[in-house]
């Protein structure tokens, strides 16, 4: 069997990597894109849930596959604009974000306006979001039901249900968003022994575009406004995670009205649960010749500030502005180049992530003290609620 030659081979059609062969429409060079999930893998998950554009009768946000719902910074709709991903993509704006901490006081409110934008995020299914990125237009050549087997550095293989392909890429870019667990490279991890339990719920109160950040001992406890309802994000010990998933729906409202409290009137509907167990996993070097990993294949964080995707984006986003100019996107040159533009975001955002973790995941009562005063002066001051907002919309690097 020949090897077939091909400019870029990506591996993963998650989000981001769907996104990067979007981006590379016009980059002058020839795109596969190689995903595992079967193409009737993802009819099924749409059609399971009624439709991916639609919500079902009660108002719920329609995704059943993957019940997380990702917060998208304004920073990420300017690329997805242009990725002509976003036209068709149903998201719920963010216009305002409550931030406070359980059983102590200081609480802040950051408001669309003091950013100068009409609103902080935008709220999308993760299934919508990789439905959207994979139907939009494009050149590339995707494989579904494609799972990357094996790459040495020169030849990487993929097989399908038919038959193992061979291709000779002369850039491999890791998006299979596993690889770091999976790679004999060394990556940094650090377990949070956090769960994260997902699920949309609807309160008694209408969310008006606003999005609740509560800090608990155990964890962030996040309500992000979602169709008629709420994306919870749950973050708790693994056994109180599990616990929570395995109760019935009423006993599940009752645990999440005591935690959060009745600032929305009661709780009165909850979807399908999932669970996520939570890790910072990050990459130091690629050790693979002629490759790169963009997205959670590069770094995994926790999602307190929900930072992961639109990280992933800009990594997809820098490297296709990167490969337009390349004669040759698989050199040391280019992907010296391409770490060193992507160094600082990156560290930014993963260094902004776990110090939020480590410092609200705590019961400490001095902390609980600083973080209160954290939280009062950031509600008194004007400039630093913009550059927190700033920062996490547009990401360490300003505006893509
Ligand atoms: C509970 C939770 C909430 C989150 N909330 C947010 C949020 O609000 N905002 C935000 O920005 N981020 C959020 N994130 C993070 C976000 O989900 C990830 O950063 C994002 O999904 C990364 O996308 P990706 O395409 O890199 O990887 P993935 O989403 O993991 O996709 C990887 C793809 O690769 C495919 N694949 C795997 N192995 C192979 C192979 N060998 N060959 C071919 N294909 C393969 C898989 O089928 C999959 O489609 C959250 C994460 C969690 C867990």
Redesign the pocket.
């Known amino acids: 069997m020949t090897d077939e030659a091909v400019d870029i081979l990506i ?8 996104a990067l062969a979007l981006a590379l429409e016009d980059s002058g060079h020839s795109v596969v894109l ?4 079967s193409a009737d893998s993802r009819e099924a998950r749409s059609a399971d849930s009624g439709g991916a554009r639609a919500t079902d009768t009660r108002g719920a946000p329609a995704a059943a596959g993957d019940a ?6 304004h920073g ?1 709709r300017l690329i997805l604009e242009r990725l002509r991903a976003w036209q068709a993509l149903p998201v719920t704006p963010i216009t305002t974000i409550h931030i406070s901490q359980q059983g102590g006081f200081g609480r802040t409110l950051i408001r669309a306006a003091d950013c100068g934008l009409p609103a902080l995020g935008y ?1 999308a299914n ?1 299934d919508d979001l ?1 439905q959207s990125l994979l139907a939009a237009p494009c050149s590339a050549r995707r494989l579904f039901g ?4 094996g790459f040495d550095g020169g030849k990487a293989t ?1 097989q399908t249900q038919q038959e193992e392909l061979a291709f000779a890429p002369r850039l491999m870019v890791f ?5 770091i667990a999976e790679a004999a490279a060394p990556a940094y991890s650090k377990d949070y022994k956090q769960t ?1 339990l ?1 699920a949309w719920v609807k309160a008694e109160q209408a969310h008006q575009g606003r999005a609740w950040e509560r800090f608990t001992a155990e964890g962030p406890l996040a309500l ?1 406004p979602h169709a008629s309802g709420y994306a919870l ?1 749950w973050t708790a010990s693994p056994d109180r995670g599990a616990r929570l998933a395995a109760l019935d729906t009423p006993a599940f409202l009752a645990e999440l009205q005591a935690s959060f409290g009745s600032r929305l009137g009661a709780f009165i509907e909850a979807g399908a649960r999932s669970a ?1 167990p ?1 890790a910072l996993r990050y990459r130091r070097e690629e050790s693979l010749p002629h490759s790169l990993c ?4 590069a770094q ?2 926790h ?1 307190v500030a ?7 984006l800009r990594d997809a986003w820098e490297l296709a502005r990167l490969a337009r100019d390349a004669r040759e996107p698989g050199s040391d040159s280019f992907i010296n180049a391409y770490r060193r533009a992507r160094a600082l975001d990156r560290r930014a955002s993963i260094q902004f992530t776990d110090s939020l973790v480590g410092l609200f995941s705590n019961s400490d009562p001095l902390l609980a003290l600083g973080r209160g005063a954290g939280l009062l002066a950031l509600d008194l001051l004007p400039f630093a609620r913009r550059f927190a907002a700033r920062r996490m919309i547009y990401g360490a690097r300003g505006l893509p």
């Open positions: 591996a993963g059609g998650g989000p981001v990597g769907a190689a995903e595992a999930r997380r719902a990702i917060a998208l910074s990420s709220v993760y990789q494609a799972r990357l087997t993929v998006a299979d968003g596993a690889r994260a997902v992000l994000v996520f939570l963009v997205g959670n294949a995994t964080l999602p929900g930072q992961g995707f639109n990280l992933g």
